[in-house]
């Protein structure tokens, strides 16, 4: 890891780099940082914003999905004019325009599980803030038998969740299957477009995703690990729960039944991407 | 000494009695709850699924119903 830093660079992490927790060395570490953002929305849009602002070296970028008008009451990577655009490269044009130092990967691609096994190895740290269950348990699964840290945020009407998910750590580190084992049936959660969203609901949830994130890279403070974050934006309460290492999980436990992503090929194609 | 053999606990805030012996399966279903939609925390703490049914509801538990969700 290298400590040089260009004088802009110096200039523009200067109040990071002020910070005793972060210093020349947590921007260093920033910097050669590689983090995949799965899904250019409501979530994505300010998480992957925060990630570039503060200088993640490398983001990539996943969504398949095109911009619609309907998105940007939320979305606030994208803008009007590009309508009908991939949003993955949209959020890229955005990110390049705020810090042209930071490396954008887009991949204008459906997160299936083939685009699991290709794109996930290639990262540190993986972060979901896709709109449907089937891609956020692929991404559960990848992560963990891939052994990448998974920060999984979630929104709906009012409401938001958060967690760090390190199972593949060991005990006492709980997966994503410890908290929910299964998607629910179709039809019996709704999604944001059936239910609705506070657009500023989102953007609290990508800025705290993004904040776990910037924590683990940088190895400071108590993150969401072995926790879920629960926020009701209507009660303004914000409650931090104890999740546990569910000994009869499926994915992590000690009679573990799943041992790759197979129950994920040929799945139908989620409804969208957001 | 009352011999009623009920529970006080809290569910969401409010407060409810529920059977001594009560689990925290016996209490989803008191709720009429189906259980792929949601988790439980029971006094800040998630109770795993599989665990629920073994799971006996004790006097002043707190209990929350956190609703899954997976909108983005």
């Not at chain 1, 400590?3 to 947590?26: C, K, M, P, Q, W």
């Not at chain 1, 599980?113 to 956020?136: K, M, Q, S, W």
């Not at chain 1, 400071?220 to 000994?247: C, H, Q, Y």
């Not at chain 2, 029971?42 to 004790?58: D, K």
Request: aromatic share 4%; glycine share 10%; proline share 5%.
């Amino acid at each position: 890891m290298t400590l040089d830093f260009t004088e802009n660079e110096l200039r523009r992490y200067s109040r990071h780099i002020l910070l005793a927790e972060v210093g020349a060395i947590g921007q260093a570490k920033l910097r050669e940082a590689r983090v995949l953002v799965v899904g250019a929305g409501g979530l994505g849009s300010p998480l992957a914003l925060y990630l570039a602002a503060a200088g993640v070296g490398t983001l990539g970028l996943v969504d398949h999905d095109t911009l619609e008008l309907s998105n940007l009451q939320r979305q606030v990577a994208h803008v009007t004019a590009r309508i009908g655009r991939n949003k993955a490269e949209s959020a890229a044009e955005t990110l390049a325009a705020l810090n042209p130092e930071v490396r954008v990967e887009i991949h204008a691609r459906r997160m299936d599980a083939e685009a699991a096994r290709e794109l996930i190895p290639h990262y540190d740290i993986v972060c979901d803030g896709t709109d449907n269950f089937g891609t956020r348990f692929l991404l559960g699964d990848a992560c963990h038998l891939l052994g990448k840290p998974l920060v999984s945020a979630a929104v709906l009407r009012f409401e938001g969740q958060l967690s760090v998910f390190q199972g593949h750590r060991g005990a006492p580190h709980p997966c994503h299957r410890c908290l929910h084992p299964e998607p629910p049936p179709e039809g019996l959660v709704p999604t944001c477009s059936e239910a609705g969203v506070l657009g500023a609901v989102t953007g609290v949830m990508g800025t705290l995703q993004a904040t776990e994130v910037l924590k683990l890279i940088l190895g400071i403070g108590e993150t969401l690990t072995g926790r879920l974050l629960l926020w009701d934006a209507l009660d303004a309460r914000f409650r931090t729960v104890k999740l546990s290492r569910d000994p009869a999980c499926a994915l992590c436990g000690e009679a573990a039944t799943i041992r790759d992503l197979s129950a994920h090929e040929h799945a139908p194609a989620p409804a969208c991407v957001a | 000494m009352s011999t009623t053999a009920m529970l006080r606990i809290e569910v969401n805030g409010e407060p409810r009695e529920v059977p001594e012996g009560a689990s925290v399966a016996d209490l989803l279903a008191l709720l009429n709850l189906a259980a792929p939609k949601v988790a439980v925390e029971r006094n800040l703490e998630i109770v795993p699924r599989s665990a629920w049914a073994a799971t006996p509801l004790s006097e002043g538990d707190r209990l929350e119903v956190v609703h899954f969700i997976g909108g983005g």
